[in-house]
Nanobody, 121 residues
């Protein structure tokens, strides 16, 4: 079965950096989209960043709120996806979830357990 294991969250001061990691197992992950969502208390889950597969290669997509500050990358050899977060702001505080989106007859989403990121002012 598919498992997504996240790590790298923690407490950081505004302006600092964190690197989140997500290790995936249980199936082939090369031809899937992998990325990150986040959810703050009392708020809806929101898109953060995604690496999208196509025959031309991988493309990266970012939410406007994190563009130019966050960088997403993936390592297919180790079935991992990363999120480098720089210039963190208090509004980045949330639980960050690793996400895998599989295009199939019935589209499937897989989620990690989440890792807490707290940015102090």
């Amino acid at each position: 079965q598919v498992q997504l294991v996240e790590s790298g969250g923690g407490l950081v001061q505004a302006g600092g950096s964190l690197r989140l990691s997500c290790a995936a197992s249980g199936r082939t992950f090369t031809n899937v989209d992998m990325g990150w969502y986040r959810q703050a208390p009392g708020k809806e889950r929101e898109f953060v960043a995604m690496t999208r597969w196509s025959w031309r290669g991988y493309n990266s997509d970012y939410a406007d709120s994190v563009k130019d500050r966050f960088t997403i990358s993936r390592d297919n050899a180790s079935n991992a996806v990363y999120l480098e977060m720089n210039s963190l702001k208090p509004e980045d505080t949330a639980i960050y979830y690793c996400n895998v989106q599989v295009a199939a007859a019935v589209p499937v989403d897989y989620w990690g357990q989440g890792t807490q990121v707290t940015v102090s002012s």
